[in-house]
């Protein structure tokens, strides 16, 4: 029986592996479509999914150091992706959002994958895709942990 549990989390887990290096790769590629680094697509990624941020929230959520996050965020307002603006709630505080444009050209570079990824979804009942969702989210948040951990010198 434990031999048994042990070849399948073996198995999940380099599935977990197969399942980064192709996101890892795919993203790299999109990068270079848009004439940016990785950490500069990555942070444009989670200024999409989760809107404006502040400088400190998107190293939270990036797990860079705050200088990094300064460099990325000064390279991509550079280039028209970001901009900085007063947080219209508390003035004081500094977001960064993204250019409606540079959604829509990273969009144009995702519609394939997420077609693709559509029919997979079509392949499981809703009960499964709910186990799928909480399997990823816990999965991220330990590699959010463990990147925080590495970022702190730990």
Same mark, same amino acid.
Request: proline letters at 2%; zero cysteines; glycine letters at 10%.
């Given at each position: 029986? *434990?031999r048994?549990?042990?070849e399948?989390?073996?198995a999940?887990? &380099?599935?977990?592996?197969?399942?980064? +290096?192709? &996101?890892?790769?795919?993203h790299?590629?999109v &990068?270079?479509? @848009?004439?940016?680094?990785?950490?500069?697509?990555?942070t444009?990624?989670?200024?999409?999914?989760?809107?404006?941020?502040?400088?400190?929230? @998107?190293?939270?959520?990036?797990?860079?150091?705050?200088?990094?996050?300064?460099?990325?965020?000064?390279?991509?307002?550079?280039?028209?992706?970001?901009s900085?603006?007063? +947080?219209?709630? +508390?003035?004081?505080?500094v977001?960064?959002?993204? !250019? !409606?444009?540079?959604?829509? !050209?990273?969009?144009?570079?995702l519609?394939?994958?997420?077609?693709?990824?559509?029919?997979?979804? !079509?392949?499981?009942?809703? *009960?499964?895709?709910?186990?799928?969702?909480?399997?990823l989210?816990? *999965?991220? &948040?330990?590699?959010?942990?463990?990147?925080?951990e590495?970022? +702190?010198?730990?």
């Amino acid at each position: 029986m *434990a031999r048994g549990r042990s070849e399948r989390t073996r198995a999940v887990a &380099a599935a977990g592996r197969e399942l980064s +290096d192709a &996101a890892v790769m795919f993203h790299a590629v999109v &990068a270079a479509r @848009l004439g940016l680094g990785a950490s500069e697509e990555k942070t444009l990624g989670l200024l999409q999914q989760h809107g404006p941020l502040t400088a400190g929230e @998107l190293g939270l959520r990036s797990g860079l150091a705050p200088a990094s996050v300064t460099g990325v965020i000064d390279r991509l307002e550079r280039r028209g992706f970001v901009s900085r603006e007063r +947080d219209p709630r +508390d003035r004081r505080r500094v977001v960064v959002r993204i !250019d !409606d444009a540079a959604i829509a !050209d990273m969009e144009r570079h995702l519609t394939g994958l997420a077609r693709r990824l559509g029919t997979l979804y !079509d392949r499981y009942t809703d *009960a499964e895709l709910e186990l799928i969702t909480g399997f990823l989210r816990e *999965a991220a &948040a330990r590699q959010r942990d463990a990147t925080a951990e590495l970022s +702190d010198g730990a």
